[in-house]
């Protein structure tokens, strides 16, 4: 991050080719301009298991962020989509709260600051009172267990009822009570939901005030929360950046998805371009 910018803005893992080792994404990253990278850990086992890496292997990667000079400094846990800490099923909760666990070691190990916590009690299953209540008794051991290694939860405000709204995960925030538990809200799900509720979502944002770690900047359409090309959705970005930045955001991260683009590197370059603009722009009316 440069000295002379008071904000940090990083590129999702997936807006890269999945064929790509993580150097080649840091490195595409580092071209485009970008301050660092979010790691995904999805449901696929491909990216569950980077959750074993070796030491080895994490001695690798910790060498490319040095080498490359870009950092890995924010996670995207979605994983738990699959794996719901509120499932009604034993097994299910054991391999949730196991993948809680290894997730906050790896950001340990890899100097990640903040993972981004998917809000879902369950996903496959149907959400109730009894899923609702073991998401949060279980939620409380993630919180513990990120104490204890100095690493931040942020709740990604997500596409289902249960946890669609700034609001809404700002009611586990508070429940648990944590300085180690706070909200990372994706704008693009925020904007469908305000289509859904008719409401305001930008007052939805600000009532996360004192709790807000970071953004996803994503273009979605009512309905449509992936793959959205930016441009043609219904975010309007200058104002999300500039509710964001009121509220004190800092760090920022593009989250779009590679698909099949004959020039990703371009298409990473353009964005970076796109949103760099729009944060310089709100960085110098703010200095002014």
Sequence with gaps: ????RQYALGVYEK???NELSIAQKLEAAKIAGYDFMELSIDETDEKLARLDWTPLQRKQIKDSIHDIDMPIETMCLS?????PLGSNDPAIVARSLEIMEKAIALAADLGIKI????GY???YEESSEAT???FGKNLKKCVDMAA???VILGFETMETEFMNTVKKAMAYVNLIDSPYLHVYPDCGNLKNASVTYNSDVYKDIKSGEGHLVAMHLKET???VFREVPYGSGHIDFPAMIDVAWNLGVRRFVSEFWYVDSLDYQGDLNDVRKLFGTLLDQKMEDTLC
């Design 132 to 134: 609702k209540a073991r």
């Design 79 to 83: 994983g738990h989509r699959k794996y």
């Design 115 to 118: 993972i981004q916590l998917a």
């Design 148 to 150: 204890q290694k100095g």
């Design 221 to 223: 359409v009512p309905g």
């Design 1 to 4: 991050m440069s000295a002379k």
């Design 15 to 17: 807006a890269l080719p």
């Design 121 to 123: 009690d369950v996903y």
